[in-house]
Structure formats: C-alpha cells, structure tokens
C-alpha cells in the first residue's frame, strides 16, 4: 500500500521568499513516481512536477523544484519567490510505475494537501 | 494541444437519480483515472481505465462504475444518487505505457451536487 503525509496543513510566506512544502510517502513498491500538484479555488488541479524514483538528479520546472530524498522518503516542493497567485491547495501524490508489480498501476495516492497562503 | 476535457463542470441532482461525467483526455493518452474529491475524504481514487480496460478500483461501491471508448474518451456514472456523492470528480489523463511512469494532467472537474 502507498500512503502520502503531508504535515503542514497551511503555510503562510512573504511575496518573494522561498517556502518548502513537505511531503513524506510510504510505498512497497521498487519503482514509483512522485507528484506535486497545485489546486487554486477553482478547483481545477494543475500539474508543477514529477520525479521518477530511478531519477538521480531532483527535478526542476521554473520556479518549482522537487528536492527528493529517496533514503528518508521524502519528496518536498521548493517554490522560489513567491507570488501572490502561488496561493491555493497544493497536493503531493505518488504512483506505482506500471509493469513494476503490483496492483498500484493507475493510481494516485494523495496526501491531505497544504494550504499555501503568500502575503504581499 | 488540447487538455484534459470534463464535462459538465456543474451538475445538481436530486437523490436517486443516477448521472453520467464525461472526460476527454490529452490526445495520444490512452490512461484515465477518477477520483473524487470531497473535504472530509479528501482525494480517492475510482478506477483506471487504458485501452478501453479496467486495470484498478478504488474501495466504492457498485453504484459507481466507469468505461473508456475506443478514442479513449471516458465516463463514470452515479447511480442512486445518495447525498454523500457530493463531490468534486476530477479525471486524470495519462500515456499509460507499461514500465513508463509519467506525468498526469487533470480536467477542471465536475462539481457535483445531490439534493
């Protein structure tokens, strides 16, 4: 079973400054992949970023990066310089690589989410 | 190129009717899942469908059911409509190719109401 924590349910952040939203996951399968995604009021769940497990490099979109430490299983969201429309609900999420086994193929596990609010 | 397509993206239904979401992923994806989304459950998982086959289920019961066409294109329906169906039922659209893990892009949602 996979399983995804995210312990900060709300993180507030000057415009400009970085933050670190953290994300811990739980999985017995080898090979997996692991998700940040954005959700402002709308409710509409927007794509920031994928690390592969296999993927020695952190991952890195823009203002986004992923720092990923495998050993600790921990995958947490670095978004540099904040704007004020960086505010929403952003979600980690992880998934089984399909053909690894299993029966996690397809599947998103979500954490609880972070409420990210960036003041001016 | 086109993203992810839901429709309705609202929908108000009274208890025991059944409805139907529609989902139309990126082209060349031949991966949808579901999900829905409420505040208390947060985000859980429905079904998977590639190449017109379910390959996952979530813990839902009968009432909710799913297929994918030959354009990939995706529906879920709601049976007996019950209260707690209120949701946010979001689809996700994915290559789906096998030892291949990539991104997942999500639709708007439908934003479903039970009276």
């Known amino acids: 079973a996979q399983k995804i924590t995210q312990t900060q349910p709300g993180m507030f952040v000057q415009e400009k400054e970085a933050v670190t939203l953290d994300c811990t996951y739980d999985?017995?399968?080898?090979?997996?992949?692991l998700f940040w995604y954005k959700q402002p009021s709308s409710g509409e769940m927007i794509f920031l970023i994928y690390?592969?497990?296999?993927?020695?490099q952190n991952a890195t979109e823009g203002r986004y990066s992923l720092n990923f430490q495998k050993a600790r299983k921990s995958a947490n969201l670095v978004i540099s310089a904040s704007q004020l429309g960086d505010s929403a609900m952003y979600f980690c999420?992880?998934?089984?690589?399909?053909?690894?086994?299993?029966?996690?193929?397809?599947?998103?596990?979500f954490g609880q989410g972070t409420i990210l609010t960036v003041h001016p | 190129k086109a993203g992810v397509t839901q429709t309705p993206r609202y929908l108000i239904k009274t208890r025991g009717q059944q409805v139907t979401l529609s989902c139309s992923p990126i082209?060349?994806?031949?991966?949808v899942s579901w999900y829905q989304q409420t505040p208390g459950q947060g985000l859980q998982f429905l079904f998977e469908?590639?190449?017109?086959?379910?390959?996952n289920k979530g813990n839902f019961p009968g009432r909710f059911s799913g297929r994918q066409f030959s354009n990939s294109r995706s529906e879920m329906n709601v049976s007996t409509l019950e209260l707690g169906d209120s949701a946010l039922y979001l689809c996700?659209?994915?290559?789906?190719?096998?030892?291949?893990?990539?991104?997942?892009?999500f639709g708007q949602g439908t934003r479903l109401t039970v009276v």
């Open positions: 690390q592969g497990s296999y993927d020695e």
């Open positions: 999985t017995s399968d080898q090979s997996y992949g």
């Open positions: 469908y590639f190449s017109e086959t379910q390959r």
């Open positions: 999420a992880m998934r089984a690589v399909l053909g690894a086994g299993g029966t996690s193929y397809g599947k998103l596990t």
């Open positions: 082209s060349g994806h031949r991966s």
């Open positions: 996700a659209s994915s290559i789906g190719a096998e030892l291949m893990n990539t991104e997942a892009f």
